[in-house]
């Protein structure tokens, strides 16, 4: 009979969250987050299911009996985007908590970090924004060109894409991503970019066309349906390519994105994968300063750590990588939702249980653009019609991706 390991002298250390330094960024984050409807617009589901916790901390800062630490709580409330203040909060905190003497703000911040899953990042004080670039400026600097071919690629990268008429920051975050995807170290004809433009008209063609390797257009004069717009690109752009990455645009990624994602897929047994673990949603200053370094000032990837933002911690959608037949396995993503939120967590859901989705740090980062919304006038989710119907509820019996879908539907 084998021996039973050893049992160590110490005791493990707790598993509920003790540790002084994450216990104040908790808390820091709490402050922020209740003070900043920007960051909270990160997630707002998110943010509503971890509200109370974060609140429950904010009020046991103020009161604390430590009254400067109390005062610098209150100076953080009232300018959440200083990283001055955010500092100095952190810096009275740690003392505190490490001590004990914040027993209650202890217990609050560490519910704070077992339940949320946002965490805002104060960033650093920025000393000269740059201009912002324009798409026309982006575009015109793509590293190199675009094939425009149906040749065997390795991967197929596909945008599903809105923007309305004066939507200039979601066509700036697109030029972004469109220039970072130029700038890869892969080569440039094994992979295949696809934007899919789903709208009443084709507003932007003239823009992207010529920046992507296929532009297509998917005609719906409705709520913005993402599955379907994807499902477009995939049956009408990106096959038979080997592998498929569903990218949204506003994720800014590194110069070994594609090439990496490759090399992955060629270890046995992988499937599908996430890039990244926690991504970091920019504010608005922290995605111009992104974009400057990684589309204009020629760096591989963006340095995230000046930049001001909140950790969205293991999101479901944004940026995913599959095997083409993985996707068509599970019939694309559901084109039942229609409207923002439940779409990437249900195709995830679906692709995970017929192909294992592992996870990596690869630097990308979200830009930050004026959010769509994710309920009607009623207060009602979008998703809430397939919620009752059941999420993984897709049925594989149908072609998916018509561009037809919606032809002579009305708008609204």
Request: glycine share 8%; net charge negative.
């Amino acid at each position: 009979m084998s021996a039973q390991p050893a049992l160590p002298d110490q005791p493990a250390a707790p598993a509920r969250p003790h540790d002084p330094q994450v216990l104040a960024a908790a808390a820091v984050s709490s402050v922020i987050l209740a003070a900043d409807p920007v960051a909270r617009a990160v997630a707002p589901d998110y943010w509503d299911w971890s509200a109370d916790a974060h609140h429950a901390t904010v009020r046991a800062l103020s009161g604390l009996a430590d009254r400067q630490a109390a005062a610098a709580a209150a100076r953080l409330g009232e300018a959440p985007a200083d990283p001055a203040a955010a500092r100095l909060l952190a810096g009275l905190l740690l003392p505190l908590l490490a001590d004990g003497a914040g027993t209650e703000l202890a217990d609050a911040a560490a519910t704070v970090e077992t339940l949320s899953r946002l965490l805002a990042k104060p960033g650093e004080p920025v000393a000269a924004l740059p201009a912002a670039p324009t798409a026309t400026d982006l575009l015109g600097k793509l590293a190199r060109p675009p094939h425009h071919g149906r040749q065997p690629v390795d991967a197929a990268v596909v945008i599903p894409f809105r923007a309305a008429d004066d939507a200039e920051g979601r066509l700036r975050n697109l030029a972004a991503v469109l220039a970072a995807l130029a700038d890869q170290s892969h080569p440039r004809e094994r992979y295949r970019v696809i934007v899919v433009e789903s709208d009443e008209r084709p507003r932007w063609r003239e823009l992207f066309a010529d920046a992507c390797d296929s532009y297509l257009f998917a005609p719906c004069p409705g709520r913005f349906n993402k599955s379907w717009t994807v499902n477009v690109g995939v049956v009408h752009g990106a096959r038979p390519a080997e592998l498929v990455c569903v990218l949204d645009g506003d994720i800014l990624v590194d110069r070994d994105f594609v090439a990496r994602a490759v090399e992955r897929f060629r270890q046995p047994g992988t499937q599908a994968h996430w890039p990244f673990q926690d991504m970091l949603f920019l504010d608005p200053q922290a995605s111009r300063l992104a974009v400057q370094e990684r589309c204009l000032g020629g760096r591989g990837a963006v340095d995230q750590g000046p930049l001001r933002g909140v950790y969205l911690r293991r999101p479901p959608g944004g940026c995913v990588w599959l095997r083409e037949s993985l996707f068509s396995r599970i019939g694309g993503m559901d084109e039942r939702f229609s409207g923002w939120g439940g779409e990437d967590q249900d195709f995830v859901w679906r692709a995970e249980r017929y192909g294992p989705m592992d996870r990596h740090a690869d630097p990308v980062v979200h830009l930050h653009h004026d959010r769509a919304p994710h309920r009607g006038d009623d207060g009602v989710p979008f998703y809430e019609e397939v919620e009752r119907a059941g999420f993984c509820s897709w049925p594989v019996d149908s072609p998916i991706g018509l561009l037809d879908k919606y032809v002579g539907a009305p708008a609204g």
